[in-house]
């Protein structure tokens, strides 16, 4: 008896994909107001490489639906790398701009991060085909399926929670806050990937305001 043996994988996963959420927004006023002006885009990280990667895509996004935007790391490669972001920082940022000519500032910065466990079950099929070799007979091949036990393997995710916020700097203090976006990036994998994400789905959703 000559046996010929396959293995194949059935998984129960969670998605392993990166997913992007807006959860939150609130605007003061259509974007409409705005599309004709200077838009300054800032992404507040500790990363460079992150910075540049999200302001990019961001930028991008939004000139894809008729803005006037540019990345800051253009005009302000001098930002603060740190990510905690206070009245005062904001302020800073909002009148190194002013002085600059931009109308608009579109700021992201991130709020939280967690982490946690998720489970992800497996289970494992063997297919084992005995052959049957004898002379003028056919249809002997006879196909047998082994499971194994399931087995679950826990695995460690990363949330992230981002918040959006736009000013009209030419508005006095008060009147300046035009829009606020909370988006969670759910496991995220990619940098590419997740930020080009995480630009359509917040541009979208201040379009559709």
Do not use: H
């Amino acid at each position: 008896m000559l046996r010929l043996a396959g293995v194949s994988v059935i998984a129960l996963l969670y998605c392993s994909c990166s997913s992007v959420d807006v959860t939150k927004t609130w605007n003061r006023s259509q974007t409409t107001d705005w599309k004709k002006e200077n838009v300054v885009v800032v992404s507040k990280t500790t990363d460079t490489d992150i910075r540049k990667q999200f302001e990019r895509d961001i930028t991008t996004a939004l000139n894809k639906e008729g803005y006037i935007a540019l990345e800051s790391y253009l005009v302000m490669p001098e930002l603060s790398r740190l990510n905690n972001l206070d009245n005062r920082e904001v302020v800073r940022i909002k009148n190194s701009l002013i002085r600059r000519g931009a109308d608009i500032l579109f700021l992201t910065v991130l709020r939280d991060r967690k982490e946690y466990k998720k489970a992800v079950k497996t289970t494992y099929e063997t297919k084992s085909y005995p052959l049957f070799y004898r002379p003028f007979r056919s249809g002997d091949s006879v196909l047998y399926t082994k499971s194994t036990p399931e087995e679950v393997i826990k695995t460690i995710k990363r949330s992230f929670v981002l918040e959006t916020l736009v000013y009209d700097l030419k508005e006095e203090k008060e009147k300046q806050l035009l829009s606020v976006m909370i988006t969670e990036i759910d496991n995220p994998k990619q940098l590419t990937s997740v930020s080009r994400e995480f630009s359509k789905e917040i541009v979208e959703a201040l379009v559709s305001k």
